[in-house]
């Protein structure tokens, strides 16, 4: 029943940035984990990163791939009822379509299941 759009792909040069958003409706949004995959042509979908519904050890519990720890950053803003990937320091093997993903539960897990998808935005670095 959630419906994710993604937006802000884009055409970027290897060492830029870029942005991408995902508005959320269709359930109550702080209630669940959110997080980013993403797929590179001829490759099978990787998780990106997530982050928890609410305050866990006095934060959000946040994962990152080992991949892009460093470069990116996923953000939550609940009362727009959206989360955000900050990319920077992008590379050609970021090159993917990047996905929005609404979990079932309060904290990510690599078993999480997924409530909902995104249509998924395209990010493309060129060297």
């Known amino acids: 029943q959630v419906q994710l759009v993604e937006s802000g792909g884009g055409l970027v040069q290897a060492g830029g940035s870029l942005r991408l958003s995902c508005a959320a409706s269709?359930?109550?949004?702080?209630?669940?984990?959110m997080g980013w995959f993403r797929q590179a042509p001829g490759k099978e979908r990787e998780f990106v990163a997530a982050?928890?519904?609410?305050?866990?050890?006095?934060?959000?519990?946040?994962e990152y791939t080992d991949s892009v720890k460093g470069r990116f950053t996923i953000s939550r803003d609940n009362a727009k009822n959206t989360i955000y990937l900050q990319m920077g320091s992008l590379k050609p093997e970021d090159t993917a379509v990047y996905y929005c993903?609404?979990?079932?539960?309060?904290?990510?897990?690599?078993?999480?299941?997924?409530?909902?998808w995104g249509q998924g935005t395209q990010v493309t670095v060129s060297s």
């Open positions: 982050i928890s519904a609410s305050w866990r050890w006095n934060r959000f519990i946040i």
């Open positions: 993903a609404a979990f079932s539960g309060d904290l990510y897990y690599p078993s999480a299941a997924v409530g909902g």
């Open positions: 269709g359930r109550t949004f702080s209630s669940y984990a």
